[in-house]
């Protein structure tokens, strides 16, 4: 299976549906599904003291170190001006990536919370998660 690796809170954010654009610095050509694997990476200081983000997950536990939820990658676009301008119109969304010209919006859809998050170790970029590489 593919999966993606994110820093808390926002595989938690995608898991509740509240965050449904992935923004990155470089594209990719995959489409289909794709599992959220939150990292387990602690939560940068700067993020942690941010209330209004760390709210947005409210008493949700986050899970590092887990796959959380699956969903579909279903585009990849590159963000120019007109882009901004309409993204910047969903206050939540902009506020939960890093929004810049030349950058990436990996559109997310039909997102869907595992109901047993299981462990595994994370990589850079899209990978393919083993039996054995929780290991």
């Not at 990536?97 to 919006?105: E, N, V």
């Not at 850079?124 to 290991?135: A, F, P, Q, T, V």
């Amino acid at each position: 299976m593919k999966v993606l690796s994110l820093i808390e809170p926002y595989a938690t954010l995608i898991k509740l549906g509240k965050k449904k654009i992935e923004t990155r610095s470089f594209k990719t050509n995959y489409r289909g599904e794709l599992y959220i694997h939150a990292s387990s990476t602690r939560i940068p200081k700067e993020w942690k003291n941010n209330k209004e983000l760390m709210g947005l997950v409210g008493t949700n536990n986050l899970n590092f170190g887990y796959i959380i939820c699956k969903c579909k990658l279903v585009d990849c676009i590159y963000m120019d001006e007109k882009f901004l301008e309409n993204i910047k119109k969903d206050k939540l969304e902009y506020f939960c990536g890093d929004y810049k010209i030349g950058r990436y919006a990996w559109v997310l859809d039909d997102i869907e919370i595992l109901k047993d998050p299981f462990l595994a170790k994370g990589k850079l970029g899209i990978w393919n998660y083993e039996e054995d590489n929780s290991k």
